[in-house]
T-cell receptor
Framework: GQQVQQSPTSLVLQEGENAELQCNFS?????MQWFYQRPGGSLISVFYNPSGTKQSGRLTSTTVIKERRSSLHISSSQITDSGTYLCAMGGTGGYKVVFGSGTRLLVSP | DMKVTQMPRYLIKRMGENVLLECGQD?????MYWYRQDPGLGLQLIYI???????SEGDIPKGYRVSRKKREHFSLILDSAKTNQTSVYFC??????????FGPGTRLTVL
């Protein structure tokens, strides 16, 4: 079945550093979505990006279908960026979405 | 304002009791989902609904059932709840794509 591998599992940064989060998938996809989640919180959509590059402020998402990967770049990290980032891949049918296990990001002062 | 709501937000039940979790959305989305999230296991799909009375099992449907009688409303029912159903339950909805909108979650504890 469809599998999604996220890396790294966890990441610690100092404020101001950049972060690159990766998501690799085993099969072809129809969609890719990145979510942010605080401990005890809900999933907040960061990007819906089935292909190409999208940017919003300090965040950039790039999805390359042929290479079966998607990345989330955070520039000039801030303490408020701390939390878990999840990628979710939509496959070929049934509108089912497969989630990665997440990257836990901690940004310290 | 696009919104997915869930009620209740917190619930404590005893083993063997019935549980009803409710989800609503104001976007006329056709597809709705129920997930549970547990530490170390990530998000697991329980059921997916493609429209009114058109529901399909997800990856972990055992012990759960769903009801969708109106497009904007999707319920998750636990008949005779078990302690291993203690979890955080999320509802989500989407339109014709896979782009999902999530509700705030319900934290269920079964004692």
């Amino acid at each position: 079945g469809q599998q999604v591998q996220q890396s790294p599992t966890s990441l610690v940064l100092q404020e101001g550093e950049n972060a690159e989060l990766q998501c690799n998938f085993s099969t072809s996809l129809n969609s890719m979505q990145w979510f942010y989640q605080r401990p005890g919180g809900s999933l907040i959509s960061v990007f819906y990006n089935p292909s190409g590059t999208k940017q919003s402020g300090r965040l950039t998402s790039t999805t390359v279908i042929k290479e079966r990967r998607s990345s989330l770049h955070i520039s000039s990290s801030q303490i408020t960026d701390s939390g878990t980032y999840l990628c979710a891949m939509g496959g070929t049918g049934g509108y089912k979405v497969v989630f990665g296990s997440g990257t836990r990001l901690l940004v310290s002062p | 304002d696009m919104k997915v709501t869930q009620m209740p937000r917190y619930l404590i039940k005893r083993m063997g009791e019935n549980v009803l979790l409710e989800c609503g959305q104001d976007m006329s989305h056709e597809t709705m989902y129920w997930y549970r999230q547990d530490p170390g296991l990530g998000l697991q799909l329980i059921y997916i609904s493609y429209d009114v009375d058109s529901n399909s099992e997800g990856d972990i449907p055992k012990g759960y059932r769903v009801s969708r009688k109106k497009r904007e409303h999707f319920s998750l029912i636990l008949d005779s709840a078990k302690t291993n159903q203690t979890s955080v339950y999320f509802c989500a909805s989407s339109w014709t794509s896979y782009e999902q909108y999530f509700g705030p979650g319900t934290r269920l504890t079964v004692l």
